[in-house]
């Protein structure tokens, strides 16, 4: 995204004939109109109520929200996700139809951090992920999937291309059954998930990823965070120097490695005014508040192609609103 994937999204169904997918459900038409800006991605894990439930015009900038998560360890939503599932449908309704008119998107954030389908006995299929997953988008008539996919030793050590497989496979068969133009698949790697001639990545991570499916995935909420103590704290580790552990990271060094500029999307733990006012399950370490965020961004000939925060109950309308700097 960063010349800027930009999107200004208002979503029109349209009902044509359409044919049967291999799961056996009508895919209904529905077109994603042409992006117009910046991604701003938030995520919503914990403390979001059908009673709370962020209005479009609560969000304020930021024009993808996504609920966490669903999980493939029992292929069911939790969380805010299971939030949505169980909230009355009416209401449902008239959330999406708000988000809509504000251009806005709202898709579910699947895996996470502890769902881990290679790990299980026997390891989760990629093809029957991908089929429970586009069930649940449909059923609920989300905007997409995001991809928080977050096995590391499936792609280092003796199991390194195992990982890479999965997400290769899942991503086709998610983008098979929910075609682009009509719905959005963003994943949310790690940032050294993209370290290249990595010794401890030997198959490539995200970077092979890229280069297999990269066309299939509309952009990255790249975590530039959780990664060590002072690492992706300064401006400079963002865009211009890498922090020592994770060479080759920086948004420019992304570049390089054949991310598409518009693609990168910067993502950050939310906190109100200091890393005090943050709870470990927004993030350890990385954080950096959104006004000197802002000031980076904006210092930067080369942009980001949004911004990313994870989550919304510290990282409101006025934490993106200065955040994202002189990004529109």
């Known amino acids: ?23 056996g459900t009508t895919l209904r038409r529905r077109d994603l109109p042409a992006r117009s800006g910046p991604v701003y991605s938030v995520y919503a894990d914990v403390g979001t109520t059908a009673e709370t439930w962020p209005s479009a015009e609560n969000l304020g900038d930021w024009n993808d929200f996504l609920m966490s998560f669903w999980v493939s360890d029992g292929s069911e939503p939790r969380d805010v ?10 209401l449902r309704q008239t959330i999406l139809d708000q988000y809509h008119a504000a251009g806005k998107t709202l898709r579910v954030a699947v895996f996470g951090q502890f ?13 029957e992920i991908a089929s429970a997953i586009v069930d649940f988008v449909k ?8 991809v928080d996919y977050e096995d590391t030793d499936s792609f280092s050590g003796a199991k390194a291309g195992t990982g890479e497989d ?7 068969s998610l983008r098979e059954l929910l075609p682009s133009g009509q719905f959005l698949i963003s994943h949310a790697p790690q940032s050294p998930y993209f370290i290249p001639n990595s010794s401890i990545f030997t198959e490539g991570a995200y970077l092979k990823i890229n280069e297999e499916v990269g066309d299939s995935i509309d952009f990255y909420n790249i975590q530039f965070y959780n990664q060590g103590i002072g690492a992706y704290e300064t401006c400079e580790e963002h865009f211009t120097a890498a ?9 420019n060094d992304l570049i390089d490695s054949g991310i598409p500029q518009e693609k990168i999307i910067l993502g950050k733990p939310g906190l109100v005014s200091n890393p005090a006012d943050a709870t470990v399950d927004d993030a350890i370490n990385g954080f950096v508040d959104p006004v000197t965020l802002g000031q980076c961004i904006t210092s930067q000939s080369t942009k980001p192609g949004g911004v990313m925060a994870f989550q919304f109950r510290n ?5 993106i609103a200065e955040a994202k700097g002189d990004l529109p």
């Open 1 to 23: 995204m960063k010349s800027t994937i930009f999107f200004t999204l208002a979503i029109a169904a349209l009902v044509n004939a359409a044919p049967f997918n291999r799961n």
């Open 81 to 90: 996700a299971a939030v949505w599932a169980s909230m009355d449908p009416t």
């Open 115 to 127: 769902d881990l389908p290679l790990q299980r006995s026997p390891p989760g299929d990629p093809v």
């Open 139 to 146: 059923q609920f008539n989300l905007d997409g999937v995001d």
């Open 166 to 172: 999965f997400v290769i496979q899942l991503t086709k």
């Open 243 to 251: 922090p020592s552990n994770f060479p080759g990271t920086t948004v």
């Open 315 to 319: 990282a409101n309308a006025a934490w």
